[in-house]
């Protein structure tokens, strides 16, 4: 792209990143209009805060503007998490996707989908329906975490909805007695 060379900007980038204590997941310099548009998504174990974005927006900003790594022109600065639906390709990656449901597309074509409950150097271990499955990275030739509106919790939450239920079963008990004792007159 004339006037700005992303790997230019990486290099200048990475290391205001980096000393942030985050891992840049993504840098992008494309056209939007007569400016430049900066997409820079940066993570880290444990997830970024606004107040991280917002402290290394600032920081890339006094950086960029003191260099000419933007051509001279103007350009919009962006700076985010990668979101929920990008693709594992780093382990890190899946590390930090612990816990989820996600969808694996093999090697040979076949696709497996379970819930992280392990990750290796070279594998990752998922709870998949009938048991545990070892499933090698190098098999893998996509994976994403799949959406869930209502994920599974720790025992706590089960434990919760477990007294919710019973709650709600002496809400009904409680209601037939009233119905009872309105039948009976004794209201």
Same mark, same amino acid.
């Given at each position: 792209?004339? &006037?700005?060379?992303?790997?230019?900007?990486?290099?200048?980038?990475?290391?205001?990143? $980096?000393?942030?204590?985050?891992?840049? =997941?993504?840098?992008?310099?494309?056209?939007?209009?007569?400016?430049?548009?900066? #997409?820079?998504?940066?993570? %880290?174990?444990?997830?970024?805060?606004?107040?991280?974005?917002?402290?290394?927006? *600032?920081?890339? /900003?006094?950086?960029?503007?003191?260099?000419?790594?933007?051509? @001279?022109?103007?350009?919009?600065? $962006?700076? @985010? /998490?990668? @979101?929920?639906? %990008?693709?594992?390709?780093?382990?890190? *990656?899946? #590390?930090?996707?612990? @816990? #989820?449901?996600?969808?694996?597309?093999?090697?040979?074509?076949?696709?497996?989908? &379970? %819930?992280?409950? !392990? !990750?290796?150097?070279?594998?990752?271990?998922?709870?998949?329906?009938? &048991?545990? %499955?070892?499933?090698?990275?190098?098999?893998?030739?996509?994976?994403?975490?799949?959406?869930?509106?209502?994920?599974?919790?720790?025992?706590? /939450?089960? $434990?919760?909805? +477990?007294?919710? =239920?019973?709650?709600?079963? +002496?809400?009904?008990?409680?209601?037939?007695?009233?119905? +009872?004792?309105? +039948? $009976?007159? =004794?209201?």
């Amino acid at each position: 792209m004339a &006037g700005a060379n992303p790997e230019r900007v990486r290099a200048l980038v990475a290391p205001v990143v $980096e000393s942030a204590g985050l891992d840049l =997941e993504d840098l992008s310099v494309t056209a939007a209009g007569r400016r430049r548009l900066l #997409r820079v998504a940066v993570d %880290r174990d444990g997830g970024i805060s606004l107040d991280d974005v917002a402290a290394l927006s *600032h920081e890339l /900003s006094l950086v960029l503007d003191a260099s000419d790594v933007m051509g @001279g022109q103007a350009y919009v600065l $962006e700076v @985010g /998490s990668p @979101g929920v639906d %990008r693709p594992l390709t780093q382990p890190r *990656h899946w #590390r930090r996707a612990t @816990g #989820r449901l996600i969808l694996v597309t093999l090697v040979g074509g076949g696709s497996v989908t &379970g %819930r992280i409950l !392990v !990750v290796e150097d070279d594998a990752v271990l998922l709870d998949v329906p009938g &048991g545990d %499955r070892r499933v090698d990275f190098a098999s893998v030739v996509a994976a994403k975490i799949q959406v869930e509106f209502k994920r599974p919790d720790s025992a706590d /939450s089960a $434990e919760a909805d +477990d007294a919710d =239920e019973a709650d709600d079963a +002496d809400d009904a008990d409680d209601a037939d007695d009233a119905a +009872d004792a309105a +039948d $009976e007159g =004794e209201v």
